[in-house]
């Protein structure tokens, strides 16, 4: 696939031009989204310099991580290990931190409490990776889409988008109002160095329209589902958006310090497939291609809950590495995908409360399944609330005992 060459002008410019074709859409002419004014790309967005992405996105050297190297299927000695949801509610310390800080949206959104939870788990445990404690959700309000989170409830949209009325909500992305985002990973890339890599994430267009239409969280998906029909246009002009705000914020990402990038189309495994080829992909395929060619040497992991009917079409949107969930066979993910892409996962949470005997056998049937290249140790999901901190450590311990060498020789 042919990109054009990066301006040297504006470091937004290529961004600036992700669409499936909505320039020419008289809708979001009509809503004013292609206006450099209030509605344009942010003043301090418009100030990155180009060649200063690209310094940040592209350099490579012997140094990388252990995990950045797995994610470019380089030969590493082990495979590299971290957890989803690594940094939480499991671990006694950010319980107690919990206690003084109780928001999650203040947890989540002040840099001193996001760097103090990033490192806990590293400070404990020494994982590959050190992921940005943050929420899919968290740029929300810097495109116009306000939300509060309850302890019941969970994640509420103030007011959901369902129309075209709804639609004229929506803004630019203000990078300024994540500057907490961006000054966290620089604070997390000082500290850890190269001894691991710092993760951010983001989540899929699918996945982050299914909370802005439905207005939080649901089971049944019943209200974005019937807008496939009966207003497709509202809902591709919704996804088109987000398409260009989260690979934006992607750059931002990385440009702050992100070694790697994870998106989470949580949700797309919620789609049949032929469903998600219409509706989720082609928008991941959208930031996909601009990531690569502003940051080509940036690995994408992607990530979906329920993937075993998807992986093929998966490997298709060009990322660096696939994550599995659990319920999908390692080795037979390995097969389906091949060897010329990244795989991570895919041990089951539950494992992890399981005698310490059975979790290392599991590890290593994942390890070996997988294979000594373009493998990332991981969890099949996310670390469960009241998984045992031991159970945590002995999985790191196990995945540091690896030497392909050994095995190679």
Known sequence: MAFSPLTTTSGCTSYCNVGLGWKSSSLFVQLGFLSNGSNGVSAKAAKLNASKVLRACSTSSSSDPLLVKAARREKVSRPPAWMMRQAGRYMAVYKKLAEKHPSFRERSETTDLIVEISLQPWEAFHPDGVIIFSDILTPLPAFGVQFDIEDVRGPVIQSPIRSEEGLKSLHSLDLEKLQFVGDSLKILRKEVGEQAAVLGFVGAPWTIATYIVEGG???????????CHTAPHVLRALLSHLSKAIAEYIVYQVESGAHCIQIFDSWGGQLPPHMWDQWSKPYIDEIVSTIKRKCP???LVLYINGNGGLLERMKTTGVDVIGLDWTVDMADGRK????????????????LFCPLPALTDEIKRVVKSAGTSGHILNLGHGVLVRTPEEAVAHFFDVAKSFNFDKVES
């Open 217 to 227: 969280t649901t089971r049944t998906y019943t209200t974005i589902k019937d807008m």
């Open 336 to 351: 389906r995908l091949g060897t010329d892409i990244g795989i991570q996962g895919n041990v089951d949470p539950a494992t």
């Open 297 to 299: 040497r940036t690995p």
